[in-house]
């Protein structure tokens, strides 16, 4: 693995994820305003999947951490955090509470892997948490404001991903593999779920109304969702930890919130509360504690 700094073109990958990933918040709500959440996911991960099947062999894994990646990235995360954007989260409070998923890792981690937590990863646990109970204290039912329900299901989707990063690390103990073919495959396995939440939820002949009254704004959401943020997004970033330490490439997800919380003002005019901005300002600290404090403990030692 690489101890040299970034090169440009591995920089530029970087930032293409973080813009991706920063604006895909926006890009879920249009989306929603035509398409049920249910029917959303099923979309996304069949125009993510089906399409490429004949061109991408199965990848070089067991076939249960393709299966149970599918179900919690797929099924789990996006589940939650459709129906929690559906439900009255703001786009630009998601984009930040969807950040805990690196301490629903950490915790996750000891337990199930056996690594053990640092002093400063404890404490950027501690301060993050606390930016938390502020953004939840601050909803309301109004235009525009996050709404409970919203907040605890886009929490829920943080612990998914989360799962999905377990996962994830013990495909890794499998040996090497390619992550094309991995995001593929997996996303295979969420479709039917969301094809049966979908009829469920909304009943078949919504669902049909749906399909057949599907705009271009949805139809490009989807597109977006499956091609951008899944595949070549997923695709990039897994690059970047197989040739770099996770140190040098996780803090990049920092950036993550500040696309998010601009894209949700430009877009859909969300101005979080001062209650809000401060919680922010403790979850985006308690990140930068979380993700950059061994490395000054490393400088000071």
């Known amino acids: 693995m690489s101890a040299l700094p970034l090169s440009r073109g591995d920089l530029l990958r970087a930032l293409a994820v973080v813009v991706i990933w920063g604006l895909n918040f926006v890009v ?11 029917l959303l996911g099923a979309l996304r991960f ?39 954007l559906s439900l009255g989260m703001t786009v630009g409070m998601a984009s930040v509470v969807m950040q805990t998923q690196a301490f629903f890792t950490l915790l996750l981690a000891v337990p199930l892997l056996g ?13 993050a948490l ?10 309301g039912e109004g235009p525009g404001q996050m709404t409970l329900a919203g907040f605890v299901l886009t929490l829920g989707a943080g612990f998914m991903w989360a799962v999905s990063n377990i996962v994830v690390r013990l495909a890794n103990r499998q040996g090497d593999y390619d992550p094309m073919p991995f995001i593929v495959w997996s996303s295979v396995f969420p479709i039917l779920p969301f094809v049966a939440l979908a ?24 597109l977006f969702l499956a091609w951008l943020a899944t595949l070549l997004a997923y695709t990039l970033w897994t690059q970047l930890l197989k040739r770099h330490p996770a140190g040098r490439v996780t803090p990049f997800s920092l950036l993550v919130p500040v696309v998010g919380l601009w894209s949700a003002w430009m877009f859909f005019n969300e101005l979080p509360m001062p209650q809000q901005w401060l919680g922010t300002g403790l979850v985006l600290l308690g990140l930068l504690v979380n993700q950059l404090g061994g490395w000054w403990v490393a400088r000071r030692a």
């Open 115 to 127: 690594e053990r937590a640092r002093a400063h990863q404890w404490l950027g646990l501690t301060v």
């Open 199 to 222: 009829l469920w939820m909304d009943g078949p002949q919504t669902v049909l109304a749906q399909l057949i009254g599907l705009r271009w704004p949805a139809l490009l959401a989807v």
């Open 46 to 84: 069949a125009a993510a999947s089906l399409p490429f099947l004949l061109f991408v062999r199965f990848p070089k894994l067991p076939v249960r951490y393709v299966v149970a990646y599918g179900l919690a990235q797929g099924l789990g995360q996006f589940g939650f955090l459709f129906l929690g």
């Open 130 to 139: 606390s930016g938390l109970v502020l953004i939840a204290t601050a909803h």
């Open 28 to 38: 879920m709500k249009v989306g929603l305003q035509g398409i049920g959440p249910m």
